[in-house]
């Protein structure tokens, strides 16, 4: 079944910026979803489809995805910002949705 | 405004059975796939199964293949799914999410119900 890897963890100071990768098998071929989950919370949609911003969402959240790797950038990033982001894909070889492992993002 | 409301949850011996529900409203319900997506506490999302607007198209995750069912109401604007031979490893919140129109994406999602597997 295809697997999707995120890092465990990124650390950012305020105001900088965060980039919390998905890697998986030509995943640049997909359209890949990404959510933050704040704790107690449910997921919350943050990008679709590679680079959509639903209504809402903050233009500092951006995403990307090209070859292996997919990728969620948070700029200047916020305090209100940390939680636990998780890259989603849909495998039509599969006929299952799949999810990374997730990413902490701890803003310091 | 749209809303997922799950419930059913709690706890369950080894080997039982659960239904849960999820009530959705502020949306015509018919029109868009649904999913379940479970949590079990302190870990990552894993999705469990999709059914299609008109329920004709159901997938599975193979974890939970051949032991849940997942089934809807479009009159009623519910969903639910039902789980047997429940195992420790069922132990989860389990999340609806509804899908948007032309999209793999989940766009809304209830708050959860806890199901919790003992022996």
């Known amino acids: 079944s295809y697997v999707l890897t995120q890092p465990p963890s990124v650390s950012v100071a305020p105001g900088q910026t965060a980039r919390i990768t998905c890697g998986g098998d030509?995943?640049?071929?997909?359209?890949v979803h990404w959510y933050l989950q704040r704790p107690g919370q449910a997921p919350v949609l943050v990008i679709s489809y590679n680079t959509d911003r639903p209504s809402g969402i903050p233009e500092r959240f951006s995403g990307s995805n090209s070859g292996n790797t997919a990728t969620l950038t948070i700029t200047r990033v916020e305090a209100g910002d940390e939680a636990d982001y998780y890259c989603?894909?849909?495998?039509?070889?599969?006929?299952?949705?799949?999810f990374g492992s997730g990413t902490k993002v701890t803003v310091l | 405004e749209v809303q997922l409301v799950e419930s059913g949850g709690g706890l369950i011996q080894r080997g039982g059975s659960l239904r849960l529900s999820c009530a959705a409203s502020g949306f015509t319900f018919g029109h868009h796939s649904m999913n379940w997506v479970r949590q079990v506490p302190g870990q990552g999302l894993e999705w469990v199964s999709y059914?299609?607007?008109?329920?004709?198209?159901?997938y599975y995750a193979d974890s939970v293949k051949g032991r849940f069912t997942i089934s809807r109401d479009n009159a009623k604007a519910s969903l639910h799914l039902q789980l047997t031979g429940l195992r420790d490893e069922d132990t989860a919140v389990y999340y609806c999410a509804r899908r948007p129109l032309s999209s793999s994406s989940f766009d809304y999602w209830g708050q959860g119900t806890l199901v919790i597997v003992s022996s």
């Open positions: 059914i299609s607007g008109s329920g004709t198209t159901i």
């Open positions: 989603h894909v849909w495998d039509g070889n599969s006929e299952h949705s799949v």
């Open positions: 030509n995943i640049g071929a997909k359209g």
